[in-house]
């Protein structure tokens, strides 16, 4: 769960490619339910973010967040 650096062809969550000599970082990212662990993702990503300068970034996936109570699958 959370973020995770994979090199298996199957499973390539962190995709850095070059393209006109201008890199690009593609993240997917799965987040956990959990608001402590969900920060804990958030500054990961953070982290590795001001580490690596240079090129552009997409993060991509499932981040467990809601913006309203009423777009909850049990909230009628």
Aim: glycine share 8%; net charge positive; proline share 5%.
């Amino acid at each position: 769960m959370g973020l995770h650096e994979t090199t298996g062809p199957k499973n390539r969550q962190k995709t850095p490619c070059v393209t006109d000599g201008l890199k690009v970082t593609v993240r997917n990212i799965y987040s956990p339910c959990d608001l402590a662990l969900k920060r804990s993702l958030w500054e990961q990503i953070r982290q590795i973010r001001i580490t690596n300068l240079g090129g552009l970034w997409c993060v991509v996936g499932d981040f467990n967040t809601i913006r309203r109570p009423s777009e909850r699958l049990d909230a009628y």
